[in-house]
C-alpha cells in the first residue's frame, strides 16, 4: 500500500497505532503524522510482526504513546527503512521516544530525531530503542531525553547497532549513557558523540557508554564510561 502526501493528525487509540496501524507492506512517502496517540505502542506508526514500512520524507511531531515508541513502533520480526525524515518532539512512557525497534531497521538515513522523550523514571532511549537490528547512517540524533539510561540511543543486550556515516549523536540527556548506552554490539564509524550530558550524579558515561568496535574517524567529547575508541583508528577524544 501506498500513502503520498497523506496526513494523520490528532488520532488517538487505545490500544496501538495511533496514526497507522501496519500489518503488511506499507510506503508512507511525503506525509506528515502530528499528534496521534496510542494508549499502548506506536504514536504514529505501529508496524506489526512479519509487516514492511518505508518511510520516506516523512515528519512525526508531538505523538505520543503509554509505552513503547512514541513515533515509530517496529515490532520482532517486522521491517522499517527511514530515510530523509524528522521525527520531532515524541513521547514514550517507556522505550524509545521517536522510534522503538525489536526488529530490524534496515536503513534510518539522512534522518533528524529531535526532541523526543521517555517519562518514566524506569524507562530509556529518549531517541531510538534498538532491541534488535538498526543500521543508522548520516543520521542526527538530538536533543532527545530519558530519566534512565540511554539519552539519544539505548542498544540493549545481544541486538546489533551500526552508526556510520557523518551520524551526530549531540545535546541529549540521560542518568547514564547520555548520547549512547550500549548493551550489545555497537559498531561506529565516522560519527560524532558530543555535548550529551548526565542528569545524576552517579551516572557514568555522558556521551557513550559501554563496549564499542570503532571503525575509526569518530568524535567523541567524552569517553569516560566507555571502551573501543583510540587514537590508532583516528579517533579524536577530547576528554577520555
Known amino acids: ?87 520531532n518532539d515524541g513521547t514514550a512512557g517507556f522505550l524509545g521516544g521517536g522510534i522503538c525497534n525489536f526488529g530490524t531497521i534496515v536503513s534510518l538515513d539522512n534522518t533528524l530525531i529531535r526532541g523526543n522523550k521517555v517519562t518514566s523514571s524506569g524507562g530509556a532511549a529518549g531517541g531510538v530503542y534498538n532491541g534488535g537490528t538498526a543500521n543508522i547512517t548520516n543520521t542526527s540524533i538530538m536533543n532527545n531525553s530519558t530519566p534512565g539510561q540511554g539519552g539519544g540511543i539505548y542498544n540493549d543486550a545481544d541486538t546489533t547497532l551500526t552508526l556510520r556515516d557523518n551520524s551526530i549523536v549531540s545535546g541529549n540527556k540521560a542518568a547514564s549513557g547520555g548520547g549512547i548506552y550500549n548493551l550489545g554490539t555497537a559498531k561506529v564509524g565516522n560519527s560524532s558523540m558530543i555535548s550529551n550530558r548526565l542528569t545524576s550524579s552517579s551516572g557514568a558515561g555522558p556521551d557513550v557508554w559501554g563496549d564499542y568496535i570503532s571503525e575509526g574517524k569518530n568524535t567523541i567529547y567524552k569517553t569516560a564510561g566507555s571502551t573501543g575508541f583510540s587514537a590508532a583508528l583516528e579517533d579524536t577524544v577530547i576528554y577520555s
Open 1 to 87: 500500500m501506498l500513502v503520498n502526501g497523506g496526513t494523520f493528525n490528532s488520532n488517538i487509540v487505545t490500544d496501538c497505532g495511533g496514526g497507522i496501524y501496519n500489518a503488511g507492506g506499507l510506503e508512507a512517502r511525503n506525509s506528515t503524522f502530528n499528534t496521534n496517540q496510542a494508549h499502548v505502542n506506536g504514536g504514529g506508526i505501529y508496524n506489526k510482526a512479519g509487516a514492511s514500512l518505508t518511510v520516506d520524507n516523512d515528519i512525526f511531531s508531538k505523538n505520543t504513546t503509554g509505552c513503547f515508541g512514541g513515533g515509530i513502533y517496529n515490532s520482532g520480526g517486522a521491517a522499517v527503512t527511514v530515510t530523509a525524515s524528522l521525527i
